[in-house]
């Protein structure tokens, strides 16, 4: 099952030849868009850096509640290339669900940003690692030594949501657009606004806007993660719906107007 805006985005990205990474650092990489606002708590600790981050300051600033769902504390750890490693060690998802490791490229904007969700949205990012290794583990052939050779209709439907999702608050018909996908985060840092996201909408209470920031996310992080973590939520069809940047920075707008009358 695919996402049916990705093939006609991924053509687009071919031909404006837009790279899949860029080792360049930007210190300012929050002032990308007004959408990153969700990273801006966690974010501003390296906006100042002068290069970028390692792994052994990923891993200092890490909260310390950040866990995978099997109680293991995270730790970023180098990405060899493929030819250097094999069996478990070579296997993503397995390597976090049952010893909390995460293989980390050096000076790589995708997983720079996946730590930064991982800092932001620990229950949501946890979840679907959870279920990744479970949909892994009900195909894998033991000895695990090679991930399977086809993926389910779920790992489909998480891959989608982990890399290109956005979380929705809806307020009563006001919608606010919190950006989650890291693979969106690193596009937009490299220019690319023409992105179709995969968006998962949560009804919240019109007093969710007078939050603080961080009580906003801890709220969909929660809320968003007792969804996810459930099977039935992927059994009957895609739970996401595609989201264009333009709307959602539209939605980002009525928002903020929204909350300068309310605080007027």
């Known amino acids: 099952m695919v996402h049916p805006e990705i093939p006609r985005v991924e053509k687009k990205r071919a031909q404006n030849k837009v790279p899949t990474t860029n080792r360049r650092w930007k210190a300012q990489f929050l002032s990308c868009s007004e959408l990153f606002f969700p990273i801006m708590p966690y ?44 069996g478990f060690n070579s296997l993503y998802e397995p390597r976090i ?7 980390t490229r050096y000076e790589n ?12 949205f620990p229950k949501i990012k946890a979840t679907l690692n959870m279920r990744q290794f ?9 000895p695990w030594k090679n991930p399977p050779k086809s993926r389910t209709r779920e790992q489909d439907f998480l891959t989608i949501f982990d890399e290109g999702g956005c979380l929705l608050a809806n307020l009563n018909g006001l919608k606010i657009p919190f950006l989650f996908g890291h693979a969106v985060y690193e596009r937009m ?8 996201m995969s ?4 009804d919240c209470d019109i007093s969710f806007i007078n939050n603080s920031l961080i009580n ?23 739970p996401f719906y595609p989201l264009k940047i333009e709307v959602a920075l539209s939605y980002l707008e009525n928002s903020k107007k929204l ?3 309310l605080s007027t």
């Open 189 to 196: 840092t490299l220019g690319e606004n023409d992105i179709s």
């Open 109 to 120: 904007w995708h997983d720079f940003y996946n730590a930064l969700i991982w800092y932001t």
């Open 43 to 86: 974010g501003q600790i390296f906006s100042n850096h002068s290069n970028w981050p390692t792994l052994e300051q990923l891993n200092l600033f890490k909260p310390q509640k950040t866990k995978t769902w099997t109680g293991f504390e995270l730790k970023f750890i180098l990405q060899k290339g493929k030819r250097c490693i094999e």
């Open 259 to 261: 909350f300068h009358n």
């Open 199 to 202: 968006c998962f909408e949560l």
């Open 134 to 142: 479970l949909a892994f583990d009900e195909n894998a052939e033991f």
């Open 216 to 238: 906003q996310i801890k709220y969909l992080d929660e809320i968003g993660s007792q969804i996810l973590s459930s099977r039935d939520t992927y059994s009957k069809g895609c």
């Open 97 to 103: 669900f049952l010893q909390g490791e995460i293989r």
